[in-house]
């Protein structure tokens, strides 16, 4: 937002262009470590426009948006538009959104749905330098082929630990969406994660 009182406006076309993100993201969930395409930035929007997009489109009066440091305006921002409203504390979100890696909460403090109920989870968004040219990961488990190598960029290294726990406690666990500028992708609990060239 520019300003506290300058509300930014949300999708120009918001029945075509919130399907088209809610497609998207599904497909990009459905095939670990593909990058699939959201959506141009949105004016006075302080957020790439794939996770704008994502927001806009998946959260309602329902769901319960967590945000890292954020000022206020992206949460009245969001609740302008969707009604969502702001998750006190990450494990009763719906949604997160992470775009600070180096003081980022463990995946564990995010709601990881239940044992009969693992739908309640937590997806959470982070938003990352780039999507590529980070080290080398190998992604294996449903919706891949064989294996997939990933090279996302700005994750800290203890990351990837933690997410070793999130699988194993798979049907629980948390899902995450990766987004940079217009683009996203997906990684669900299902997928096994291999950390190459020694990180």
Do not use: Y
Not at 9 to 22: I, N, T
Not at 29 to 40: D, E, V
Not at 58 to 80: I, K, N
Not at 117 to 125: K, L, Q, R
């Amino acid at each position: 937002m520019n300003s506290a009182h300058t509300l930014a406006p949300g999708l120009l076309d918001g029945v075509h262009d919130s399907q088209q993100a809610f497609r998207a993201v599904l497909d990009a969930l459905a095939r670990p470590g593909q990058m699939r395409h959201i959506g141009a930035a949105l004016p006075g929007v302080a957020l790439g426009g794939a996770l704008a997009r994502l927001l806009l489109s998946l959260s309602d009066d329902e769901t319960p948006v967590w945000w890292q440091g954020a000022d206020m305006g992206l949460p009245h921002w969001l609740r302008f538009h969707t009604g969502a409203p702001t998750a006190p504390q990450p494990d009763a979100a719906s949604f997160a959104v992470l775009t600070d890696m180096a003081q980022m909460p463990l995946l564990a403090e995010f709601a990881v749905g239940l044992a009969a109920s693992p739908e309640f989870s937590c997806t959470v968004f982070i938003e990352l330098p780039a999507l590529t040219g980070g080290p080398t990961l190998e992604w294996r488990g449903p919706g891949i082929a064989d294996v997939r190598r990933v090279c996302l960029k700005g994750l800290p290294d203890h990351f990837w630990t933690q997410w070793q726990a999130n699988h194993a406690s798979f049907p629980q666990g948390v899902d995450i969406v990766f987004t940079c500028v217009e683009n996203a992708l997906g990684l669900p609990r299902t997928t096994r994660v291999r950390r190459l060239e020694g990180i």
